[in-house]
């Protein structure tokens, strides 16, 4: 039984331990007694239990699922965390790549945020659990521009206040880049040339171009499929 500050005049105490005294994702119970000048102990002790928890929850996006899009109905992805904790919120930030000083998606659904750090918006709200699925609404696909790349990555928090990566979310390989492209290719028939005549045996070869968009160094597009 270490003993806690006493007083003879305040009711309270306090206990302190070294830091290496607590391991991370393990259970713990305190117990406390009182006694009196008689030396009487006190006959009902005081207990409570608790986790100590210094792991960050990770999160995954998972839609968009591709790195080039047409449309966006939503964001979404998953969370976890580790030991017995469990995710209680994610906020996602979405960043235009093709602006000279980053610009972020506001809360409103659009990009006027201007500054360095992530613009975090909260997701719509979830069951705290673990894992979980998460979802995002705001950013609609009028606010895109066709042509343009855009960084999306979400930060999730546990019921300790633990924030993924110490707050800075997931900026690697959970993360996502796609970009918005509702132009459409070009094809262009070279060989026959139009309305030509053409003597027996030269048909064999019919050839000719296509093309898309190229709008900037955020973005290249190529075509797929020529029919």
């Not at 302190?16 to 006694?35: D, E, G």
């Not at 705001?138 to 066709?146: F, G, H, Q, R, V």
């Not at 309305?195 to 019919?206: D, E, M, P």
């Amino acid at each position: 039984w270490p003993r806690c500050a006493k007083s003879r005049t305040k009711p309270t105490g306090s206990f302190a331990t070294p830091a290496s005294f607590w391991v991370n994702r393990s259970s713990y119970s305190l117990i406390t007694r009182s006694k009196d000048l008689a030396g009487n102990y006190s006959a009902i002790y005081s207990t409570v239990s608790f986790t100590y928890d210094t792991s960050f929850p990770l999160s995954w996006i998972s839609l968009p699922s591709s790195s080039v899009i047409s449309g966006l109905s939503q964001i979404s992805g998953t969370a976890s965390d580790t030991g017995n904790g469990v995710v209680r919120t994610v906020n996602v930030a979405v960043k235009r790549l093709s602006d000279a000083t980053p610009t972020w998606l506001s809360a409103a659904g659009n990009f006027d945020v201007t500054q360095a750090n992530p613009n975090w918006i909260s997701t719509s709200a979830f069951t705290p659990g673990n894992p979980i699925t998460w979802r995002l609404t705001t950013l609609a696909n009028d606010k895109l521009e066709s042509g343009t790349s855009y960084f999306i990555t979400s930060k999730a928090v546990d019921d300790t206040g633990n924030e993924e990566e110490l707050g800075n979310g997931n900026q690697g390989l959970r993360a996502s880049t796609f970009t918005f492209d509702v132009d459409l290719p070009t094809a262009v028939i070279t060989m026959p040339a139009h309305l030509s005549y053409l003597k027996a045996g030269l048909a064999s070869v019919i050839s000719g171009t296509a093309a898309d968009w190229v709008r900037n160094s955020n973005s290249a597009n190529y075509v797929n499929q020529a029919d």
